[in-house]
């Protein structure tokens, strides 16, 4: 479990927002990427993104925060990544290499 979540896999994690074409090529060719941590990032935003949706102003955001439900936030942040992987996944798959 400790392999998992080192701090060299979170490291790694930050260091492809600063050099994304090397961490990329890194992450396809030689392994460097840790599934488990991206799947932490992933839950961390849509958390953040709903924990906004709900204390945001009412100067920026039209919505009333006593109707918004955390959960159905939540499942639409999943749900739109999913859907992302899953568009990503399907055109990668008609191009070839």
């Known amino acids: 479990m400790k ?24 992450i396809r060719h030689r392994e460097r990427g840790s599934v488990p941590v991206a799947i932490v990032l992933v839950v961390l935003f849509s958390l953040s993104f709903s924990i906004n949706r709900i204390s945001a102003s009412f100067i920026v955001n039209d919505l009333n925060p006593l109707s918004v439900n955390a959960l159905t936030e939540l499942i639409a942040v999943l749900l739109m990544y999913l859907l992302f992987c899953v568009g990503n996944w399907s055109i990668t798959c008609v191009i070839p290499n």
């Open 3 to 26: 392999e998992l979540f080192s701090k060299e896999k979170w490291k790694y994690a930050f260091y492809t927002v600063s050099h994304p074409m090397d961490a990329y090529y890194e």
